[in-house]
T-cell receptor
Framework: SAVISQKPSRDICQRGTSLTIQCQVD?????MFWYRQQPGQSLTLIAT?????????ESGFVIDKFPISRPNLTFSTLTVSNMSPEDSSIYLC????????????FGQGTRLTVV | KQEVTQIPAALSVPEGENLVLNCSFT??????LQWFRQDPGKGLTSLLL?????REQTSGRLNASLDKSSGRSTLYIAASQPGDSATYLC??????????????FGRGTQLTVWP
């Protein structure tokens, strides 16, 4: 299994500002993902973080709003830009090491409140 | 597009009961299925992973079954305890090469076990 450290665990931010969330994994992993969980909802995939290249975004999510970096196989960041109250959610980093089991592991999440 | 449904949405039971949580999915071409637990405001903890070729997996008081052809999975919790109170999420991974890593989530079953 992989151990994922996600920072910050929570934050309260002013509208119009940006927040960068970090995801650190204790081992090299093939795939990293960023999900959003809005209040009372299930998880929605934002993007796949690709090492050394631009992230692959899902429909409804754009790079200008959610820029993602992945400089190596153990680290990624997600930035939530120009925040509004609608961005208040839990943001979760997930890793998958492709193999027979292909099991996903999640960080503890970042609880973001925009005021 | 894969759609995952979980029934019931919420469940409240006294301690000691045996529970059944249901998950259904529309596209049976899955690689595997995972059950997760999420405590309020927290990340996801992987409970059980079932490969598409398997019928069931067991871990302690938890047993998950998979009927891939009918698009169903069931999570059994034996002798429930107050510490089992959490939201239980079902997620499937598609059997597609380029999107093998991503998960499709249900909305979860919110479980409350009272003493």
């Amino acid at each position: 299994s992989a151990v994922i450290s996600q920072k910050p665990s929570r934050d309260i931010c002013q509208r119009g500002t940006s927040l960068t969330i970090q995801c650190q994994v204790d081992s090299q992993v093939t795939m990293m993902f960023w999900y959003r969980q809005q209040p009372g909802q299930s998880l929605t995939l934002i993007a796949t973080a690709n090492q050394g290249s631009e992230a692959t975004y899902e429909s409804g999510f754009v790079i200008d709003k959610f820029p993602i970096s992945r400089p190596n196989l153990t680290f990624s960041t997600l930035t939530v830009s120009n925040m509004s109250p609608e961005d208040s959610s839990i943001y979760l980093c997930s890793v998958v090491d492709l193999g027979f089991y292909t099991e996903a592991f999640f960080g503890q999440g970042t609880r973001l409140t925009v005021v | 597009k894969q759609e995952v449904t979980q029934i019931p949405a919420a469940l409240s039971v006294p301690e000691g009961e045996n529970l059944v949580l249901n998950c259904s999915f529309t596209d049976s071409a899955i690689y595997n299925l995972q059950w997760f637990r999420q405590d309020p405001g927290k990340g996801l903890t992987s409970l059980l992973l079932i490969q598409s070729s398997q019928r069931e997996q067991t871990s302690g008081r938890l047993n998950a079954s998979l009927d891939k052809s009918s698009g169903r999975s069931t999570l059994y919790i034996a002798a429930s305890q107050p510490g089992d109170s959490a939201t239980y999420l079902c997620a499937v991974r598609q059997d597609r090469g380029s999107t093998l890593g991503r998960l499709y989530f249900g909305r979860g079953t919110q479980l409350t076990v009272w003493p």
